[in-house]
């Protein structure tokens, strides 16, 4: 349960930090960039975790920046999408 609440905290930040880096008209407005951001980070973890980079299971610099590569991802598929 604490893992899924970290999840959402980065996700919030990486969503946040993801528009901040790649601003610019989204479909969705800021809610839907903070939904990608937590879908980000919950992929960046699984990925991170899978190539032996950690997850997302703490709150550390390498978390947020495994989650805001995440979100910067599906922010730049979903507006390629969109």
């Known amino acids: 349960m604490t893992g ?10 990486a969503g946040a930090l993801a528009k901040w880096i790649m601003p ?5 407005g800021w809610v839907v960039t903070i939904l ?3 879908v980000g980070a919950v992929i960046g973890g699984f990925l991170g975790g899978a190539l032996g980079l950690g997850g997302t ?3 550390s610099l390498g ?5 805001v ?13 969109a």
């Open 4 to 13: 899924i609440l970290i999840w959402i905290l980065l996700g919030l930040i």
């Open 63 to 67: 978390s947020i920046a495994l989650s």
């Open 69 to 81: 590569l995440g979100a910067l991802i599906l922010l730049f598929l979903y507006r390629k999408l």
């Open 36 to 38: 990608i951001g937590i």
């Open 57 to 59: 299971g703490d709150l």
């Open 24 to 28: 610019g008209p989204d479909p969705g």
